[in-house]
């Protein structure tokens, strides 16, 4: 596997459901990032980790709950999740260094769809 | 807040033409512009990039310009070939140095006819 890899690629959940997304990283990286990309909307960024400690939440809603046991995986735990949550969600990685940031390499996503 | 505003939304030209898209930003502090290229069912990734202190980066058919007084940058792709058409997106580090968030633009359709 290289680069950034995301399970699954789909998922269909019922608003009661618990789920998780997956991702990983084969690239060395020390931050990991995960987006909502929906219609016609910029990418909106949802959680920083850096070094595995998480650095940004975006004023995310509380049923979405990111955790990065180590720099090379990333989960976004989902839990009563509501129809306008239906998306591509993205995860991303790139190396920072103290005073220089680097171009961030995305995952193919998952497509979720909240039924 | 920070925003990045990208224009055109949908862009069709034939194929050998040029394609240009531009993109506005608000932050006078953002100091590094990466250009994404998404294709349907795939993640972005990365075509080019280009950091305040340069004007223009070339690679091949791609060429960034990047103008920090009117705080605008733009993509410029010639000689379009069909597996060029994707959605673009522009976006803008706005605080420079340490930081690693990016602001992205709202993304161009690009449709090369063949």
């Known amino acids: ?115 | 807040g920070e925003n990045v505003e990208q224009h055109p939304s949908t862009l069709s030209v034939q194929e050998g033409d040029s394609a240009v898209i531009k993109c506005t930003y608000s932050d006078s502090a953002s100091n590094y512009f990466p250009w994404y290229k998404q294709e349907l069912g795939k993640g972005p990734q990365l075509i080019i990039d280009i950091r305040s202190n340069v004007g223009e980066k070339k690679d091949q058919r791609i060429a960034v310009t990047l103008n920090k007084t009117a705080k605008h940058f733009s993509l410029h792709i010639t000689e379009t070939q069909p597996e060029d058409s994707a959605v673009y997106f522009c976006a803008a580090s706005p605080w420079g140095g340490a930081t690693n968030k990016l602001i992205f633009g709202t993304g161009t359709l690009l449709a090369v006819q063949p």
């Open chain 1, 1 to 115: 596997e290289t680069g950034v890899t995301q399970t699954p690629r789909h998922l269909v959940m019922g608003m009661t459901n618990k789920k998780s997304l997956k991702c990983e990283q084969h690239l060395g990286h020390n931050a990991m990032y995960w987006y909502k990309q929906s219609a016609k909307k910029p990418l909106e960024l949802m959680f920083v980790y850096n070094f595995k400690e998480q650095t940004e939440n975006n004023s995310v809603p509380s049923r979405f709950s990111p955790e990065c046991p180590n720099s090379s995986h990333l989960f976004l735990h989902l839990h009563t999740l509501q129809p306008e949550d239906s998306a591509l969600y993205l995860c991303a990685s790139s190396q920072v260094l103290p005073t220089v940031s680097y171009e961030q390499y995305f995952g193919p996503g998952t497509r979720l769809t909240v039924t």
